[in-house]
């Protein structure tokens, strides 16, 4: 998420265009990609973040969880094509996980060896930091503050 990205973003704000009275989305209802290790990339989400995966090969993060940090919510942006928001990773996207505690997930990423190539403490949506991937994919770490 860039920092101004949700700036002056409403609490409750609708996710749909036109009518109420047709079929509309309700929200991210997962993130999918290719990895050329899976396994390995599981491994690394695991020990880097803490992120536990189940025997099918994903995890799962509750609505509840983010519920209980005020200012947390789900943003869908298109960047222009030429952005270099998301450098130095060489994909045309970027995955924000929201954390709850930014400064102790950098100190777990120092323990393995991750450093960030970026961060934003005191934002206006909160503080991010940004960390790669084993393969390339850029990590935008969140923790929200309530939104103003």
Same mark, same amino acid.
């Given at each position: &998420?860039?920092? /101004? ?6 609490? =409750? ?13 309700? /929200? ?13 990339? =599981?491994?690394?989400?695991? =020990? ?8 099918? /090969? ?7 969880? #983010?519920?209980? $940090? ?8 298109? @960047? ?5 928001? @998301?450098?130095?990773?060489?994909? =045309? ?10 400064? #102790? ?6 323990? $393995? /060896? ?5 961060? &934003? ?8 930091? $940004?960390? &790669? ?13 309530? &939104?103003?």
């Amino acid at each position: &998420m860039c920092s /101004g990205c949700r700036a002056g973003f409403p609490s =409750r704000s609708p996710v749909f265009a036109g009518s109420a009275e047709i079929a509309r989305v309700l /929200g991210l209802g997962g993130l999918f990609f290719k990895s050329d290790d899976p396994d390995g990339t =599981r491994e690394w989400y695991g =020990r880097v973040l803490g992120i536990a995966f189940e025997e099918w /090969g994903g995890t799962v993060f509750l609505p509840e969880t #983010a519920a209980a $940090h005020p200012g947390a919510g789900t943003v869908f942006s298109p @960047f222009k094509a030429e952005t270099e928001y @998301f450098a130095p990773s060489q994909e =045309r996207f970027m995955i924000n996980l929201m954390v709850d505690d930014l400064r #102790a997930m950098l100190a777990r990423c120092a323990e $393995h /060896g991750v450093e960030p190539v970026l961060e &934003m403490f005191g934002e206006a949506n909160g503080d991010f930091a $940004h960390i &790669m991937d084993p393969e390339g994919r850029k990590l935008e770490l969140w923790q929200p503050k309530p &939104m103003q």
